[in-house]
């Protein structure tokens, strides 16, 4: 893929909301999970874990701690994807914090573009009760749910979203 590619290849992802009911094939999970492994991180610590949910029961709990995002119930697969605080925060301290959330959030971008590659669709999500996501999953208080990466083979919109002008994003030496 040239560098022109590249752009074409992140220009045409979008957030997709409406999903069939095909599983995702197993080597399909492993190789999302495969291309997050590849990210970077702080201290390369990995300070991020992912919680893969296939469960229909499990799926629907999550939807609900999501304010009710159909979404979330309807696709096959979700990564919820963490912020291990521990893990950075051994080495960091109270930076391991930070690290720890940007380490995660790398991670799931990494997912949104695997499964992109893969032709699957996906909806980064992010408006949900934490505790309730905790409480759905069994999490560990040093576990942050972050995002919920809704994954499967989807409907795209025609439309893509519209940016701002890139120009309104950057500064130049202050
Ligand atoms: C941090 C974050 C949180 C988001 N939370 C939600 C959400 O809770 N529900 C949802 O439908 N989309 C959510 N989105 C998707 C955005 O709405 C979407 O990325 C944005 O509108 C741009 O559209 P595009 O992804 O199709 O380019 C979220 C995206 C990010 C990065």
New binding site residues.
């Given amino acids: 893929m040239d560098s022109s590619e590249f752009l074409g290849f992140l220009s045409h ?3 997709v ?1 409406e999903y069939e009911e095909t599983l995702l094939a197993d080597e399909e999970i492993g190789y999302i999970l495969s291309c997050a492994s590849t990210a970077p991180s702080a201290g390369n610590l990995e300070a991020w874990d992912v919680v893969v949910v296939t469960d229909e029961d499990t799926r629907l709990a999550l939807a609900d701690a ?1 304010f009710g ?1 159909q ?1 979330v119930g309807e696709a096959p697969a979700l990564f919820v994807v963490c912020a291990n605080y521990v893990r950075s925060m051994s080495q960091y301290g109270e930076r391991g914090i930070l690290y720890a959330v940007q380490d995660a959030t790398i991670a799931c971008t990494y997912m949104m573009l695997a499964a992109h590659a893969r032709g699957l669709h996906s ?5 949900f009760d934490e505790d309730e996501v905790r409480g759905v999953l069994g999490l560990p208080p040093h576990i942050r749910p972050l ?1 919920i990466l809704a994954t499967g083979h989807g409907h795209p919109p025609v439309r ?2 519209e940016r701002m002008d890139i120009g309104d994003h950057i500064h130049r030496d202050e």
Avoid: V
């Fill in positions: 992802r979008s957030s909301r999501s995002q979404h909806c980064w999500t992010g408006a995002a893509l979203a």
